[in-house]
Antibody, heavy 118, light 107 residues
Framework: EVQLVESGGGLVQPGGSLKLSCAASGFTFSDHYMDWVRQAPGKGLEWVGRIRKKANSYTTEYAASVKGRFTISRDDSKNSLYLQMNNLKTEDTAIYYC?????????WGQGTLVTVSS | DIQMTQSPSSLSASVGDRVTITCRASQGISGWLAWYQQKPEKAPKSLIYAASNLQSGVPSRFSGSGSGTDFTLTISSLQPEDFATYYCQQYNNYPFTFGPGTKVDIK
């Protein structure tokens, strides 16, 4: 069974940093691109970024709203995906989901809440 | 960026009704469109990929069609567990973008 479990969310002040993790199981993690998607409270879904697999040099893509502040990485030996978030803004407050990039975003984690507030 | 619109933004329907949701892209995306279902306080669930392909385990009452800029999601006979919000998403161009959602509730 495919499972994606996010962790690392919490309350952080504007300008602060936070690193989210996503533990994957039930599939060959290294074979898949992975993405982060977020959802602000009561709002719709927003794609954050993608990381490709080793065969594609682990290259990344980002939404303009986070480019230069967020970094996606992965550790295939640990079946883990990461999202390093720096210089956080109040508008980054959201539930952050990790998703498997298969046939579209075919599996999603349960999400982790990030609240940016003073 | 490609803008995705959905109509209607919400609808009320009864169990057994046929429901159709429309999604439009601001430019052509070939068939690179997905549909997701989200229930309150839950993560989205993938329903359809590549415009018309059902994800494994998704009931056959769900179907998708379209290409280019215009797409539809149809639920042939609405069931109690289908009351949720539905999102379309294009993955033809970066940044990937989602529609604003269509909330389906009970009439």
């Amino acid at each position: 069974e495919v499972q994606l479990v996010e962790s690392g969310g919490g309350l952080v002040q504007p300008g602060g940093s936070l690193k989210l993790s996503c533990a994957a199981s039930g599939f060959t993690f290294s074979d898949h691109y992975m993405d982060w998607v977020r959802q602000a409270p009561g709002k719709g879904l927003e794609w954050v970024g993608r990381i490709r697999k080793k065969a594609n040099s682990y290259t990344t893509e980002y939404a303009a709203s986070v480019k230069g502040r967020f970094t996606i990485s992965r550790d295939d030996s640990k079946n883990s995906l990461y999202l390093q978030m720096n210089n956080l803004k109040t508008e980054d407050t959201a539930i952050y989901y990790c998703t498997r990039d298969g046939y579209s975003f075919d599996y999603w984690g349960q999400g982790t809440l990030v609240t940016v507030s003073s | 960026d490609i803008q995705m619109t959905q109509s209607p933004s919400s609808l009320s329907a009864s169990v057994g009704d046929r429901v159709t949701i429309t999604c439009r892209a601001s430019q052509g995306i070939s068939g690179w469109l997905a549909w997701y279902q989200q229930k309150p306080e839950k993560a989205p669930k993938s329903l359809i990929y590549a415009a018309s392909n059902l994800q494994s385990g998704v009931p056959s009452r769900f179907s998708g069609s379209g290409s280019g800029t215009d797409f539809t999601l149809t639920i042939s006979s609405l069931q109690p567990e289908d009351f949720a919000t539905y999102y379309c998403q294009q993955y033809n161009n970066y940044p990937f973008t989602f529609g604003p959602g269509t909330k389906v509730d009970i009439k």
